[in-house]
């Protein structure tokens, strides 16, 4: 394996790709050689490296836009820290320097005719951070494809350079349940026919995708996309046709699913963007159309969603969320918030949230199992009465009650 100690000195800032991108042997042979190199600062995104968030060298400190994958074991262990930031802000902050950009290591398709690699399915903050790193080290992956909407990387760029020929990362394999199921029911109703989707991974965006096969001319702009949006353009109903930029195309940072799914990628009309193109405010306002859906660990009676953070502990990420719902509230068509009724034993829908991810400004309908609270429009008043509606029945009583003594104090 590569020698990185000529490569990275201590005190070093390092960052690495995420999610199906990330650069395992790379990653492995940095942990491997840290006592020899000494104390190094890393920021890591999604990722599911139990080598990394179970057992870090005690060398490593570890930052991140969140906790999301297996960093929220780092989390729970006091090991991670987590820089709250719009995923917008990212270009921005490695730009000053506020992220680490001394070394990155990356993971590269094989150089074409000309020399260049593509970041292949990991472009997102990637590509924004590479363009201020002064030592890049990549692993030139057999099985990366080339894809096509951002900057190619000349080999002479590299540092260093490792060959493997690896399946990329899957995603974890997640059903739907029935709660799942009825929840994307109710969304799958709240979108028509020509607007166009962001959602994120995991086995509601799974059910959510799956109950949108009788939609039509539905559009594509997300940071990240998923096996369910091929099964879709091949249904015809993916097809980008009304969408005000980028007509016809899918527009994404990253791609996570089955290996079946990036074999496909070369034949689906999709371009991979930096986080700077995605995540733009320029950008998402010119989408007309835009339906953002996002997850919740909790929502409060005025309509604030918290996803970051439960029992103290950080476990989410502000991530994409405010950038996609102010977008889609302000100049798109609705922004979603889903969430299951129940965390455990608790209700989701709570008097008052520890943690503000997004604004209620930014949130038009929160959807449970049992149905969608629209709050575009409504009052403190309405605003409570609809989301005690689809909070779980045995929680209702408990937050009238709470919603009442609040308005005796506030009277």
């Known amino acids: 394996m590569i020698d990185l100690t000529g490569l990275i000195r201590a005190g070093d800032q390092v960052w690495w790709s995420q999610t199906s991108a990330e650069p395992t042997p790379l990653v492995h042979a940095l942990l491997d050689q840290l006592s020899a190199i000494g104390p190094v600062t890393?920021?890591?995104?999604?990722?599911?490296?139990?080598r990394v968030t179970r057992t870090p060298p005690d060398e490593l400190t570890v930052i991140s836009y969140g906790a999301l994958g297996d960093l929220r074991h780092l989390s729970k262990e006091g090991r991670l820290e987590v820089i709250p930031a719009n995923y917008s802000a990212l270009p921005e902050l490695f730009a000053t320097g506020e992220l680490p950009c001394d070394v990155a290591l990356v993971q590269v398709s094989p150089p074409d005719e000309n020399g260049l690699c593509s970041l292949g399915v990991g472009v997102d903050?990637?590509?924004?951070?590479?363009?201020h790193t002064r030592v890049i080290i990549a692993e030139i992956n057999e099985r990366m494809p080339a894809t096509v909407g951002s900057e190619r990387i000349a080999l002479s760029r590299f540092a260093a350079t490792v060959r493997t020929d690896r399946p990329l990362l899957q995603a974890p394999l997640t059903s739907p349940t029935p709660v799942d199921t009825a929840i994307a029911a109710v969304i799958a109703d709240l979108i028509e026919d020509g607007d166009t989707i962001q959602l994120?991974?995991?086995?509601?965006?799974?059910?959510?995708?799956?109950?949108?096969?009788?939609h039509r001319d539905l559009g594509v702009h997300?940071?990240?996309?998923?096996?369910?949006i091929a099964d879709l353009v091949d249904l015809g109903v993916i097809t980008?046709?009304?969408?005000?930029?980028?007509?016809?195309?899918?527009v994404t940072g990253a791609a996570l699913g089955s290996t079946a799914f990036y074999e496909r990628l070369a034949s689906l009309p999709v371009e991979f963007r930096p986080a700077s193109y995605?995540?733009?405010?320029?950008i998402l306002s010119q989408l007309r159309s835009l339906v953002s859906i996002n997850s919740a660990i909790e929502v409060d009676l005025s309509g604030q969603v918290n996803a970051e953070m439960r029992g103290g502990t950080y476990i989410g990420a502000v991530g994409g969320q405010s950038d996609f719902s102010r977008a889609a509230s302000q100049?798109?068509?609705r922004s979603i918030i889903a969430l299951r009724s129940r965390g455990g034993s608790h209700s989701t829908i709570v008097p008052a949230v520890s943690t503000v991810t997004t604004s209620r400004t930014d949130v038009d309908v929160v959807v449970t199992e049992y149905g969608a609270a629209h709050l575009r429009?409504?009052?403190?008043?309405?605003?409570?009465?609809?989301l005690i509606d689809i909070a779980a029945p045995e929680h209702r009583e408990a937050l009238e009650r709470a919603a009442g003594n609040r308005a005796e104090l506030t009277a």
């Open 200 to 214: 994120g991974v995991g086995a509601l965006p799974s059910a959510v995708l799956a109950d949108l096969s009788e």
């Open 278 to 282: 995605t995540h733009d405010a320029s």
């Open 42 to 50: 890393a920021f890591v995104g999604l990722t599911f490296d139990k």
């Open 331 to 333: 100049s798109g068509a």
């Open 377 to 386: 429009g409504c009052g403190f008043a309405e605003r409570t009465r609809r």
């Open 222 to 228: 997300s940071g990240l996309i998923t096996d369910g």
């Open 125 to 131: 903050y990637a590509a924004d951070a590479l363009r």
């Open 240 to 250: 980008g046709a009304l969408k005000e930029i980028d007509t016809g195309l899918i």
